[in-house]
């Protein structure tokens, strides 16, 4: 089970399909399973159209993020390189909301972590993030 305090990092992710495969949190969970796993990974999943979908609870822990799952949340953008303004939006809510909740917690991509060669999520999340601070 997460705890709250323990929290420390939030890790954005894309999903690593082709930019025109319109692919939900749904399509996410078959995947994961059928790579042997409990089912989705993620936290939250947003779609090419900016919708937010649930994943695991965020009470739950994650499958996302190699030896970091026990003081993460992810979040996972539909995609591969080229994401829309929509998930953009959508991203920026998702991890406002948990910046309050979690206030401890570092927005970092995935490929971030330094554990794995993975570019995921294809851009620089720290830049990102970084302006969402400062214009907000
Ligand atoms: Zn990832």
């Excluded at 930019?19 to 996410?28: G, P, R, S, T, Y």
């Excluded at 994961?32 to 009470?59: A, M």
Aim: proline fraction near 2%; charge should be positive; hydrophobic fraction near 35%.
């Amino acid at each position: 089970m997460l705890i709250n305090k323990n929290i420390k990092l939030l890790v954005v992710h894309c999903s690593d399909t082709e930019d025109n495969e319109n692919l939900n949190a749904i399509d996410i969970h078959k995947m994961h399973l059928s790579f042997g796993w409990d089912g989705i990974g993620y936290h939250k999943v947003i779609t090419r159209s900016g919708k937010i979908e649930d994943g695991r609870p965020e009470y739950w822990i994650g499958a996302h993020v190699k030896g970091k799952n026990d003081v993460s949340l992810g979040v996972c953008l539909i995609g591969k390189t080229s994401f829309t303004k929509k998930q953009f939006t959508s991203l920026e809510r998702v991890l406002k909301k948990w910046k309050t909740l979690y206030p401890n917690a570092k927005i970092i991509g995935h490929k971030d972590i330094g554990n794995t060669n993975k570019t995921c999520p294809n851009f620089d999340v720290l830049t990102w993030a970084k302006n969402i601070d400062e214009y907000n």
